[in-house]
């Protein structure tokens, strides 16, 4: 069964941290490409970032609002992807989902809350 | 960045009935190398994620039913529920995956009347 499972969200106030975590199963992680797609409570779809699979380059993007704070890794041999978020702003808050694609969005995980707030 | 905007913003269908849901990007997210347009489709349900529909523009997902369909080319999208089912009350994005960011539509909720 596929799943990919995101941990590591809470309250943080503004200026904090937060590592967010994905764990994944039922798939060749290290052959896929991976995303975080965040939420607003009541709101859109935001996308956040890539990182493609290490065999095509490893490389990552970040979208403009979250260039620059936060960064997008990957542990293959723990099937993990990672999301280290610092600088965080009030209108980070947001459910974020790890997601498998890259292009298109193939799995979701549910999805972790982050709330920023003093 | 492109920019995609949804119409409606909601819709309320019959059961049984046609939905028609539009998309529009702010530029061309067709490649005439491949000739394939970089758009997907997804439902997503209260309190769930997302789910993938459609990609490429018009190719089905794996397991959705083909009431769901979906057309265009360039910048012009529509994604069609050909026979509402009271399972397909759902907020639907569009999301385009031409040039980075990725963007995606505000959505269209669909509501049945």
């Known amino acids: 069964e596929v799943q990919l499972v995101e941990s590591g969200g809470g309250l943080v106030k503004p200026g904090g941290s937060l590592r967010l975590s994905c764990v994944v199963s039922?798939?060749?992680?290290?052959?896929?490409?991976m995303s975080w797609v965040r939420q607003a409570p009541g709101r859109g779809l935001e996308w956040v970032g890539r990182?493609?699979?290490?065999?095509?380059?490893?490389?990552?993007d970040y979208a403009a609002p979250v260039k620059g704070r936060f960064t997008i890794s990957r542990d293959d041999s723990k099937n993990t992807l990672f999301l280290q978020m610092n600088s965080l702003r009030i209108e980070d808050t947001a459910i974020y989902y790890c997601?498998?694609?890259?292009?298109?969005?193939?799995?979701w995980g549910q999805g972790t809350l982050v709330a920023v707030s003093s | 960045d492109i920019v995609m905007t949804q119409s409606p913003d909601s819709l309320g269908v019959s059961l049984g009935a046609r939905a028609t849901i539009n998309c529009k990007s702010s530029?061309?997210?067709?490649?005439?190398?491949?000739?394939?347009?970089?758009l997907a489709w997804y439902q997503q349900k209260p309190g769930q994620p997302p789910r993938l529909l459609i990609y490429?523009?018009?190719t089905r997902q794996s397991g959705v039913p083909d009431r769901f369909s979906a057309s265009g080319s360039g910048t012009d999208f529509t994604l069609t529920i050909s026979s509402l089912q009271a399972e397909d009350v759902a907020v639907y994005y569009c999301?385009?995956?031409?040039?980075?960011?990725?963007?995606f539509g505000p959505g269209t909720k669909v509501d049945m009347k």
């Open positions: 997601t498998a694609g890259g292009t298109w969005e193939l799995l």
């Open positions: 039922g798939f060749t992680f290290s052959n896929a490409w």
């Open positions: 990182i493609k699979a290490k065999t095509d380059g490893g490389t990552t």
């Open positions: 530029q061309t997210i067709l490649d005439s190398s491949n000739n394939r347009n970089y």
């Open positions: 490429w523009a018009s």
């Open positions: 999301q385009q995956y031409y040039s980075r960011p990725f963007t």
